[in-house]
T-cell receptor, first 109, second 114 residues
Framework: GQNIDQPTEMTATEGAIVQINCTYQ??????LFWYQQHAGEAPTFLSY??LDGLEEKGRFSSFLSRSKGYSYLLLKELQMKDSASYLC??????????WGAGTKLIIKP | IAGITQAPTSQILAAGRRMTLRCTQD?????MYWYRQDLGLGLRLIHY???????GKGEVPDGYSVSRANTDDFPLTLASAVPSQTSVYFC?????????????FGPGTRLTVL
């Protein structure tokens, strides 16, 4: 079966760095997406990885290891507005996104 | 408008009633999707359409139907609502289906079935 595993909730301090891990098992693989979702709002696209390695985009970076079925999202210089849920979503062989339940990130001053 | 709009924003519905959730995009995207999001679960695909005139079933299609008469609109219909269909419904679109295009989401419809 297809399975996505990410922590339910994490807490971090404003200005710090946090890493949100995601492990996955899918039928085939066509890359992995990360989305951000603020409470009561729609998911918004953050990053896409299809090759192994780190993709950096400002304060956010995303890493992928296809052989390990593992990805992480790294958020630097945390701001209060980064309080949100972060959704890991690999794309399977049918090009359908398989969504994790999301990690709720709480930022404390 | 720019992006995807959904209507209504929220709705309380009696069980057994028929309901259509509307979704319109102005990005000329070929592919559109309907998801439901329930607490503690990931987004689950209900139906999708890879181009106007064609639709397909996702992971949880039972109790729902869709149509795609044109590029912009992708309504989702609940023929006879049941309480287990209480959820937040998101419409999304992407440039194409069957490739690794980013999906863009509408603001969602919060539906409560009593």
């Amino acid at each position: 079966g297809q399975n996505i595993d990410q922590p339910t909730e994490m807490t971090a301090t404003e200005g710090a760095i946090v890493q949100i891990n995601c492990t996955y098992q899918t039928s085939g693989f066509n890359g992995l997406f990360w989305y951000q979702q603020h409470a009561g709002e729609a998911p918004t696209f953050l990053s896409y990885n299809v090759l192994d390695g780190l993709e950096e985009k400002g304060r956010f970076s995303s890493f992928l290891s296809r052989s390990k079925g593992y990805s992480y999202l790294l958020l630097k210089e945390l701001q209060m507005k980064d309080s949100a849920s972060y959704l890991c979503a690999p794309m399977d062989s049918n090009y359908q996104l398989i969504w994790g339940a999301g990690t709720k990130l709480i930022i404390k001053p | 408008i720019a992006g995807i709009t959904q209507a209504p924003t929220s709705q309380i519905l009696a069980a057994g009633r028929r309901m259509t959730l509307r979704c319109t995009q102005d990005m000329r995207h070929n592919a559109m999707y309907w998801y439901r999001q329930d607490l503690g679960l990931g987004l689950r695909l209900i139906h999708y359409s890879n181009t106007a005139g064609t639709t397909g079933k996702g992971e949880v299609p039972d109790g729902y139907s869709v149509s795609r008469a044109n590029t912009d609109d992708f309504p989702l219909t609940l023929a006879s609502a049941v309480p287990s269909q209480t959820s937040v419904y998101f419409c999304a679109s992407s440039d194409s289906y069957g490739v690794t295009d980013t999906q863009y989401f509408g603001p969602g419809t919060r539906l409560t079935v009593l």
